[in-house]
Every structure is written in structure tokens, then in C-alpha cells.
């Protein structure tokens, strides 16, 4: 059993990343529900934070359904972050993620995210400094490096482990290759097998089918995978996987019917959470991911987005439903 401190998050546990306007309560309703074992917030600004912004403030909001969850703070600033590490807990999260891996350029170029990669003893105080602030566990995630020149992913794991982290995600590529590329697994492996390293060792980057999940936990050791895209749209990953390790069978693709009730779950979700308004606006960038690879679905795709009545779009979404029905028993 893999646990963070003292919670147990299973055998081998499959995490939901946290992604900028992606990693929402409704997404991660519509992910727990669908086989999730550790979900994280979206990132959440440090300086946001400590000055009260709204946006900032708003991603704290976690559901009792939603646990075990990690809330995910970034920054440049060590005091900042030790702040925000303390607002965090008041929500009552089970752990403390920061985020050394983000490598946007507003985000990393100021020396926060796969920035700090730069200034690995500075990376160093300002985990110890947040681990001593708060009474939760503490996880990091980060990237192998700031390029291949200045990969220290083993040390940095040490590192970490010894001001006290829980728990360490690695995303396998450097802050240089962004999402371009692949992931290098072995990298992470060496982390995973080195003989110091005690604490969980999670890998993310390019799961995308329980095939490559089951070829990566056994080729690599990792403790338990990390998804982010793959899950975008597809919640029906999590339990996939899960059903393939435990049978070396896949589990019957998600209906039309299935993909419906997700999107409406989560649709009904943002509404209720950000309002008619925002929710709807927000879901727009989530209905060709739910759909994808439908014949002819254009046509749809452009009504629900268009579509600003929160009615409508589920009367467009019963259609779909009716329509295509056809086609996915064919």
C-alpha cells in the first residue's frame, strides 16, 4: 500500500495532475468518479493568495467526494509561499503540493515553477521552509531538469527528501521540451531505484493507454502514474487502466451514452460552481475532448459552444445522445 505521509492511496495509485483551468472541482468530480485515486487543484499563485484574489481564492474550494486531495501553491517568493502554504491548509486539503514544474514562460522565467530548477538550494530552503510551516504532508512535482544541460534530478530528489517532502512527482522531460518530445521514463527510474530515495516516486508524461501504464510500471518501478492530457475529456482512463493491470483485459469503450452523462455531469457541475455565465463559457473547451474521434460531429460541436442557455446545450447533448447512438452499436 503506497501512502503520503499516513494516508493510504492504494497499491498503485493513479493521480489526476494538476492543469491550469483544466484541474477544476467538475473535472475532478467527473475523474474520481471514473477511478482517480489523488487528485490536486489547479496551481494556485502564492502572491494570489496572500492578497486575497478572488481567482486565487477560489481554487481552494474542495469537496468531501473528492478526497484524498492535494492543494498546489507556486511561487518565487520563500515567505510568500510559506504563507500561502498556511492559507492552504486552513482548507483542509490531506497534503501541501508545490509546483517546481510548470514551465510557462510567465510562470518559469520569474524564477517560480521549472524555474527554480535554476537555483536548486534555493529550491531546497524553500521546501524545508514550507514542510516546517504546515502540519500536512508536503509533496513537490517537478521536471528533470531546466534542459538536458542541467539535469540533477537524482540529487534534487534527495534533496527534498531530506527537508522532509512525503512524496515526489517527476514529470520526465525538462522545462526546455515543454510537452514536446517524450518523457524520459529512465531518468525517473534512477530516482525510483536509487538506494537513498525512500519516499513515493510518482512518473508523469505520455500515458495515454493502460498498455503504456503497465509497460511503464514494470519497465521503471515507479510507485504509482501521474496523468494529466490523457485524461482531458476521457475521466474513463483511471478505471481502464485499473481493469487492465488487474485482468490484462480492456473494459468496453465508453458509450455514447456514457460520454453524455459525463459532459452533462460536469456541465451541471460549473454551472453550479462558477454560475450560468462562467460555467458555460468555461465548458466550451471541454466538448470536443469528450467527443473526439465522432463522425460528423462538427455540426453539434458548434451549437453547444455557441450556445449560451444552459437548457439548450442539454437538449443539444440529448440529441447527440439519440443520434449517435447508432452509430457506437454498429
Known amino acids: 500500500m503506497v501512502k503520503i505521509g499516513n ?8 493521480l489526476l495532475a494538476p492543469m491550469e ?119 513537490v512535482k517537478t521536471r528533470l531538469g531546466w534542459d538536458d544541460s542541467t539535469i540533477k534530478i537524482v540529487e534534487v530528489a534527495q534533496r527534498l527528501q531530506d527537508v522532509g517532502i512525503a512524496a515526489l512527482t517527476i514529470h520526465g522531460r525538462t522545462r526546455k521540451q ?49 496523468i494529466g492530457r490523457a485524461a482531458i475529456g476521457y475521466p474513463w482512463i483511471f478505471n481502464e487502466i485499473k481493469h487492465f493491470m488487474k485482468t490484462g483485459q480492456h473494459l468496453t469503450a465508453p458509450t455514447i451514452q456514457d460520454r453524455v452523462n459525463a459532459t452533462k455531469k460536469h456541465l451541471n457541475f460549473s454551472v453550479e460552481w462558477k454560475g450560468d455565465k462562467k460555467g458555460i463559457f468555461e465548458m466550451r473547451r471541454h466538448y470536443t475532448n469528450y467527443f ?9 460541436r458548434t451549437r453547444l459552444v455557441e450556445s449560451i442557455s444552459h437548457e439548450e446545450i442539454l437538449d443539444i447533448l440529448s440529441e447527440i445522445e439519440n443520434n449517435f447512438t447508432e452509430v457506437f452499436a454498429s
Open 178 to 226: 515543454m510537452y514536446k518530445g517524450e518523457a524520459d521514463w529512465t531518468k525517473i527510474a534512477e530516482v525510483k531505484n536509487h538506494p537513498d530515495i525512500h519516499i513515493p516516486i510518482f512518473g508523469n508524461g505520455d500515458i495515454d493507454s493502460p498498455e503504456k501504464a503497465v509497460e511503464y510500471k514494470n519497465r521503471y518501478g515507479v510507485d504509482g502514474i501521474m
Open 292 to 300: 473526439r474521434g465522432i463522425p460528423h460531429f462538427k455540426p453539434y
Open 21 to 139: 483551468d483544466v484541474s477544476d472541482p467538475p473535472f475532478r468530480a467527473v475523474c474520481k468518479e471514473n477511478g482517480a485515486d489523488l487528485m490536486y487543484t489547479e496551481f494556485i499563485s502564492s502572491e494570489g493568495l496572500i492578497r486575497n484574489a478572488a481567482k486565487s481564492l477560489e481554487k481552494l474550494d474542495i469537496y468531501d467526494y473528492e478526497r484524498p486531495i492535494g492543494i498546489q501553491i507556486f511561487g518565487d517568493k520563500i515567505e510568500s509561499m510559506r504563507e500561502a502554504a498556511s492559507i492552504a491548509e486552513e482548507a483542509k486539503p490531506e497534503m501541501i503540493d508545490i509546483n517546481y514544474g510548470c514551465p510557462v514562460k510567465k510562470v518559469a522565467c520569474k524564477g517560480a515553477g521549472a524555474g527554480i530548477l535554476l537555483d536548486i538550494p534555493k529550491m531546497q530552503k524553500m521546501t524545508a521552509e514550507i514542510v516546517k510551516q504546515v502540519n500536512l504532508p508536503v509533496t
Open 7 to 14: 494516508i493510504e492511496i492504494g497499491e498503485f495509485p493513479l
